[in-house]
């Protein structure tokens, strides 16, 4: 169950150009969070309390149980994260959480496909890391503009996994689009997960459904309230077993969805 909590910020560090990874102590959302939910955060110093007023979606990036903290990346995209990339250790910070729906492991699948753009290969890390845990053959795609920004490199070369990496600028992998190695793969694919940039999971679905692959998408959507209430977030996805098609909120249908279901292109 989502809850609200006070809590200061253990570490504030810049990661990549723009980038930030942030370590709050959170007991309380730690005991609950599962892969792929988000958390909905408002710094709390005085004089920034209703400046910008709503509050920033942002994924989890590490669960840490033993330590009780989260580990949330983000980017700098505008006035709201710039003021919290200048919160310091000991800011305090009002935190909603651990809302949406998370990322499910199938135990009928064993070679799964993950590919992740941008900032959105930050929810990816806790998935690949029970991925490997529950004994898949893990194919992990990423993509960013440079180098500098494919969050969590280091982590990933870690697992025993197939890793292969793209860049705008080719200062690392292939140089062009994530996608671009969907035409290389020599293997079936069991399953696939991915969250990243809207073109990049539309082209991702249309390779799913051409190859009949079932999978699943974490959708980056605009969030007023969190909670369902706002209708901000709403995205078309289509009818279970229909031709038709519906809206869906993603702050709590998701932001995990359906791969093949979501429409991107409409």
Request: include cysteine.
């Amino acid at each position: 169950m989502a809850q609200r909590v006070i809590r200061e910020i253990v570490e504030q560090q810049k990661i990549g150009p723009g980038y930030f990874k942030l370590v709050i102590k959170a007991p309380e959302i730690v005991a609950q969070a599962k892969i792929g939910q988000f958390v909905h955060i408002k710094w709390i110093a005085e004089e920034r309390n209703s400046d910008p007023l709503l509050r920033r979606p942002i994924s989890i990036n590490r669960i840490n149980h033993e330590e009780e903290t989260i580990t949330l990346v983000y980017r700098v995209v505008g006035r709201g994260t710039k003021v919290l990339s200048n919160l310091k250790p000991g800011d305090q910070l009002d935190i909603m959480g651990p809302l949406g729906t998370g990322f499910s492991i199938s135990e009928d699948t064993n070679r799964v496909l993950v590919i992740g753009g941008g900032v959105g290969i930050a929810p990816l890390y806790p998935l690949v890391n029970k991925l490997i845990e529950a004994n898949k053959e893990v194919i992990l795609l990423l993509g960013a503009e440079t180098a500098e920004e494919v969050i969590d490199l280091d982590s990933f070369q870690e697992f025993d996994l197939e890793l292969k990496v793209a860049t705008m600028d080719g200062s690392l992998g292939k140089q062009g689009f994530v996608t671009d190695y969907l035409e290389e793969l020599e293997q079936e694919m069991d399953y696939i997960y991915t969250c990243g940039p809207t073109p990049m999971m539309k082209v991702i679905r249309d390779w799913a459904i051409d190859f009949n692959v079932p999978g699943q998408a974490s959708l980056e959507e605009r969030m007023g309230c969190g909670t369902g209430a706002c209708l901000s977030c709403v995205c078309q996805v289509k009818i279970e077993g229909k031709d038709g098609w519906t809206y869906k909120q993603a702050c709590t249908a998701g932001p995990v969805f359906p791969l093949r279901e979501v429409i991107f292109d409409e």
